[in-house]
């Protein structure tokens, strides 16, 4: 079956304009993860969703991060005001479920945002 | 948060060699993953390993929980391995990921 998807594959846009970015999960999966990967680094958790329950917004950077999920399928995530260290490539992931056995995370190919 | 610590940073291997990564993790975990990132940046799923372990063809992974670690071998290494290797693990509603150990192997 079909994979996580992103959009788009790539984004340039100018300091202080704001972007979205989209994840379609794969079917059926309940939870869905955010990630940030700045240039040669690990991941960095941004947000998680699962089902209907109240995202963990734990891992956003500043209040110019949001993100929400629609259905309880794709999601959205939004950086307002970009700024130039938001450069950086977005992942995300989604799993069966959240927790327990069943929370093996498989990632969509990523966004790469480039701010000028 | 949990502290994941991936040993070595980088590896260059002659191709057929074999080799060992290491995940340690400061912490007990729920799960544990295995990825590949290949050079285009793509994830992709190696082992969902919170304990025991697991052979996949050339590639097989032991994970310790109570010790706290995971080891990832990989045998008769071919140029398609290379990329970066990252262990990633499970507590609550978090994944947290090592910083990777990055593999070129070497025709």
């Known amino acids: 079956g079909a994979g996580v998807s992103q959009s788009p594959s790539n ?16 079917s059926g999966h309940t939870a869905l993860y955010w990630y940030r990967q700045s240039l040669g680094q690990g991941l960095e958790f941004l947000i998680y969703f699962q089902g209907n329950s109240a995202p963990d917004k734990s891992g ?3 209040d110019r ?17 970009t700024q130039q260290e938001d450069s950086a490539v977005y992942l995300c992931a989604s799993s069966l479920a959240g927790t327990g056995r069943y929370n093996e995370q498989f990632f969509g190919p990523g966004t790469r945002l480039t701010v000028l | ?5 991936q040993s070595p940073p980088d590896l260059i291997l002659q191709e057929g060699a074999n080799s060992t990564l290491r995940c340690n993790f400061s912490d007990s975990v729920n799960n544990l993953q295995w990825f590949h990132q290949n050079p285009w940046g793509q994830l992709i799923n190696l082992f969902y390993i919170p304990s025991g372990t697991k052979q996949n063809g050339r590639l097989s992974a032991t994970t310790v929980a109570t010790e706290r670690y995971s080891l990832l ?7 398609t391995d290379s990329g970066v ?3 990633a693990v499970n507590t609550g509603n978090q994944f947290y990921f090592g910083t990777g150990t990055s593999l070129t192997v070497i025709p």
């Open chain 1, 11 to 26: 984004k340039v846009t100018e300091k202080g304009k704001d972007v979205e970015l989209r994840c379609d999960p794969i």
């Open chain 2, 1 to 5: 948060g949990i502290q994941v610590e």
């Open chain 1, 60 to 62: 956003l950077p500043s």
């Open chain 1, 65 to 81: 991060f949001s993100a929400e999920r629609t259905g309880g399928s794709v999601s959205t995530l939004t950086i307002q005001r």
């Open chain 2, 85 to 87: 290797y990252f262990c």
């Open chain 2, 73 to 79: 071998y990989i045998s008769s290494s071919q140029t």
